[in-house]
Every structure is written in structure tokens, then in C-alpha cells.
């Protein structure tokens, strides 16, 4: 299924680069990756470095489904207003790839929802200021973004994912944000009490090394292993609020031993 997506993706959309150019969507490398894990379990936990594309490719998978299948509901939470808009604009320019005149064959075309009568399928758009967004719906796929940064993360988890039909996907895809409900559902996902599968994706499988080195210089390592993570750990406690001084944290960690066998 998954190499159907990527299929479909690269024939038929195109996307605006880092460099503000309209571009065919080629799958990067990190893309790729993901599509190719098995996803069979239907529920990830991405962990990520940042701008790594993997909004740009859920949005994508989403409007496959929303375009191909039939009694499609999509959800995407996003952490703020902006963001929200950024991403549901995002969808139309995939759609007017398809067909430039597509938007006026929706029923629904406003700043957070679309609705394709003729399949009866809904794209909708909301934020984590309303926890009870995609509570009370029948849910196809849902799409958790920057999720760390949520104020009411396990309260919205909670309500969305009891709407999500027993076919559906959930994927929650975040940068680190401290020691927070996005850290414990994280430590749990890992634990496998979550339902979701984590999945961490470090800067250097990404950027080249000369990049690395660059934004080193201009961040500094703290602000750098925030944004460029080699590990989880590495992430989270570098990133947000912490009780703990973050640079003992990482002292400790970067002299830790094995353990014996």
C-alpha cells in the first residue's frame, strides 16, 4: 500500500522547495524511509529532526485517500491558528495540482475544511486550543502535528483517537518540547503500553555533515541538539522547559557507561 503512495505522490503533485520553487514531489530520502517501514500497526509516534518533510508527505497520503477513496474523514490538528491555515494551504495547492478548476467542484471550501461531495469526503483542518476537536466524528486518518507542543495533549488523544474507525491511522509527528505529555507518551511508546509505534529519525540520516557543522556554528550545541537530535534523549532534554539543568543532563548522559553484562 505505502509504495502505492509513493507512486501516486511523485506522478501527480508538485511542491513548493526550500528555495520557494515549484517542484515535482520527489520522496527525499527520510520520506522514502518511512514509507518503506511497516506501518502495518497503523498508529506511529515520529520523533524527529527538524523540516525533515514528513508533514508535507501525511498531508499527501491524506489527500490520496481524500481524492481516490470514498466515505473519507481526515483530521489534522495542528499546535496553532497559523500553523492550521499553513497546512490546509498546503492540501489546496496538492489539489490544484490535480486540477487547477478542482476547488470548485468542493461542496466545503474554507479556511479548515473541504468536503468532496461526490465521494462524501471530508478534509478538516482544526487546532490543539480545542480539545475536543474530531471527538464526536467517524475518523479515517488522523494527523497530530508538533504534538509536544499541545497544552491538553492526553486529553485530545484521548477523545480523537476513540472516533478513529478500526481501520483508520493515527500518526503523531513532533519535534522534541521538554519533559512534557509528548515525553511520557513517547517513554510509553516505547515501552509498547502506548498503541503506537515510535519511530526517531536523527538529523544525520538527513543533512549532510557540512550542513551539520554549519548550523553547529550558528546555534550553538545546546540550541543545535534541539533543533539537529542524534537520539531521543539527546531531544527532549535539550528542548523546552526542564526541572533538571539541562547541561549537567547532558554531562551525564554524554559520560554514561554501558551496562555490564
Given at each position: 500500500?505505502?509504495?502505492g503512495y509513493?507512486?501516486?505522490?511523485?506522478?501527480?503533485l508538485?511542491?513548493?522547495n526550500?528555495e520557494?520553487?515549484?517542484?515535482?514531489?520527489?520522496?527525499n530520502?527520510?520520506q522514502d524511509?518511512?514509507l518503506?517501514?511497516?506501518t502495518?500497526?497503523r498508529k506511529?509516534?515520529?520523533l524527529k529532526a527538524r523540516?525533515?518533510g514528513?508533514s508535507?508527505?501525511?498531508?499527501?497520503i491524506?489527500?490520496?485517500?481524500?481524492l481516490?477513496?470514498?466515505?473519507v474523514?481526515?483530521?489534522?490538528v495542528?499546535?496553532n491558528?497559523?500553523?492550521?491555515?499553513?497546512l490546509l494551504?498546503r492540501?489546496?495547492?496538492y489539489?490544484?495540482?490535480?486540477?487547477?478548476?478542482?476547488e470548485k467542484?468542493l461542496k466545503?471550501n474554507?479556511?479548515?475544511e473541504l468536503?468532496?461531495?461526490?465521494?462524501?469526503?471530508?478534509?478538516?483542518?482544526?487546532t490543539?486550543?480545542?480539545i475536543n476537536?474530531g471527538?464526536?466524528?467517524t475518523?479515517t486518518?488522523?494527523?497530530?502535528?508538533e504534538s509536544?507542543?499541545?497544552?491538553?495533549l492526553s486529553d485530545m488523544?484521548?477523545?480523537?483517537l476513540?472516533?478513529?474507525v478500526?481501520?483508520?491511522?493515527?500518526?503523531?509527528?513532533?519535534?522534541?518540547?521538554?519533559?512534557?505529555?509528548?515525553?511520557?507518551?513517547?517513554d510509553?511508546?516505547?515501552?509498547r503500553e502506548?498503541g503506537?509505534?515510535?519511530l526517531?529519525?536523527?538529523?544525520?540520516?538527513?543533512?549532510?555533515?557540512e550542513?551539520l557543522?554549519?548550523?553547529?556554528?550558528?546555534?550553538?550545541?545546546?540550541l543545535?541538539m534541539q533543533e539537529?537530535?542524534?537520539t531521543?534523549?539527546e531531544?527532549?532534554i535539550?528542548?523546552?522547559?526542564c526541572?533538571?539543568?539541562?547541561?549537567?543532563?547532558?554531562?551525564?548522559?554524554?559520560n554514561?557507561?554501558e551496562?555490564?553484562?
Open positions: 500500500m505505502n509504495s509513493k507512486k501516486w505522490i511523485e506522478d501527480n508538485s511542491i513548493v526550500k520557494g520553487t515549484l517542484v515535482p514531489f520527489k520522496l530520502s527520510i524511509r518511512y518503506t517501514q511497516d502495518s500497526n506511529d509516534f515520529i523540516q525533515q514528513f508535507s508527505l501525511i498531508l499527501a491524506f489527500t490520496a485517500d481524500f481516490l477513496k470514498e466515505n474523514y481526515n483530521i489534522v495542528a499546535d491558528t497559523d500553523n492550521a491555515q499553513g494551504k492540501v489546496k495547492d489539489l490544484k495540482c490535480i486540477d487547477p478548476d478542482i467542484t466545503y474554507s479556511k479548515y468536503y468532496l461531495e461526490k465521494y462524501n469526503n471530508t478534509y478538516k483542518i482544526g490543539a486550543e480545542n476537536f471527538r464526536s466524528k475518523v486518518n488522523l494527523h497530530f502535528s509536544c507542543f499541545y497544552p491538553h488523544l484521548a477523545g480523537a476513540q472516533a478513529l478500526p481501520t483508520g491511522r493515527a500518526i503523531i509527528e513532533t519535534t522534541a518540547n521538554g519533559f512534557n505529555e509528548g515525553k511520557e507518551l513517547w510509553k511508546s516505547v515501552l502506548s503506537f509505534k515510535p526517531f529519525y536523527k538529523a544525520s540520516d538527513f543533512y549532510s555533515k550542513f557543522e554549519e548550523k553547529r556554528k550558528e546555534l550553538g550545541d545546546r543545535f539537529y537530535p542524534e531521543a534523549i531531544a527532549f535539550t528542548s523546552g522547559q526541572f533538571f539543568d539541562t547541561e549537567s543532563l547532558e554531562n551525564y548522559l554524554a554514561a557507561k551496562p555490564m553484562k
